[in-house]
């Protein structure tokens, strides 16, 4: 019997050891994003893209990841608690935050601690002010309002524009400036501006008739779903026929909860990526994703997925080891990153990183049909 407990325990203790032996040979690889909250669709699909990710990396049997994901709600507060939170699990590599104001706020401590920090999706530039090991996978917000208002110029979408923006909010305010820049330069009629602010998200009845009063053809929406989600829906109640335009931030409308997807019909967005491309990276992770989790991957996801295999791509080429310390690691990753690094993935083709931590890649338009998104022509 003492041999048979013996056994045993030198069993449990081979496999407590093969198992920490796994852990520490793993780069860990912490992430951030809101899955509570009035922007959850957003850190649901980075967290289900990046878990794929990791997956897909870790057997291929060669360099490991562990992920550990932490939420914040959209908050910036939150985002940093979480940030903490992960320095203490031993975090090495920061995937997000998700959304801008958040990811503002966690830069300063990336920053202090040499952290390497690549965001899927958090578009301000305010993100990557007085960073230097902090860089976006999604492009910035001034390349968003400046191809929204080309896009709409160059298709003549329309005659009389009405914006609605958050005013509170640094990724809303920073695409409306360009976009208001470049709608000058274009010769676009914008007929009303109407703001908001996240206290006053639930009633646009003003906002929308003055738009109407304003004889408004196109609303340009540089917000997120949730509140676009509210607009169109009163905007249908009071019998107002009019087009939308959006960016990355509608992302994620076609699956909110209780939305009705018609709503959305004929809707344009920009995104750096739509599931309906015929090249197999796309069909293959669209394939993963759905058979996973049960719906079409957003622009969130993929932006996550190449975050991961971006990461994996420079700690190959770096020689990076899980046993040095984030600091290290951040500096020859940072060295290496804006030194002639490209990288193809789901959301751009050979994509490059300024040490100003944007990355060089275009948005394209995409189109709602039939409650789904297609390439916009």
Known sequence: MKKA???VLALVMVFALCSTAFADDAIKLGAIGPITGGA??????????????????????????ELKYEDDAHDAEQSVNAYGTLMDWGMQILVGPV???????????????????????ASSPSVCTNTTHVFQMCFADPNQGIGSADYIADNKLSDAIAIIYNNGDAYSTGIYEKFVEEAAVKGLNIVYTGTFTDDSA????????????????????????TPISLIMAQAAAMNYQVKYFG??????ILTLEGFDTALAEGAYLLTPFSADKDDELTKNFVAKYEE????????????AYDCV????????????????????????????FTN??????????????APTGEVSKDPMAVIIENGAYVSAK
């Open 99 to 121: 959304t801008s104001t958040p990811a503002a706020a966690v830069a300063p401590e990336a920053e202090a601690d040499g952290v390497f920090t690549l965001t899927p999706s």
């Open 40 to 65: 959850a669709i957003y850190g649901q699909a980075v967290k289900n893209a990046a878990e794929i990710a990791v997956e897909e990396v870790n057997a291929l049997g060669g360099l490991q990841f």
């Open 340 to 353: 002639g690094f490209t990288f193809s993935g789901l959301t751009g083709d050979n994509m490059t990183w």
């Open 309 to 336: 295999y971006a990461i994996y791509n420079l700690c190959t080429a770096t020689g990076v080891t899980a046993d040095m310390e984030c600091d290290e690691m951040g500096d020859t990753l940072t060295a290496a």
């Open 247 to 252: 960016v990355d931030g509608m992302d994620g």
């Open 292 to 303: 996973k989790f049960g719906e079409v991957p957003t622009q969130f996801a993929a932006d």
């Open 5 to 7: 407990m013996s056994l």
């Open 202 to 225: 639930t009633d646009f009845s003003t906002q929308i008739t003055a738009a109407q009063n304003a004889g408004a053809d196109l609303f340009y929406l540089p917000i997120y779903y």
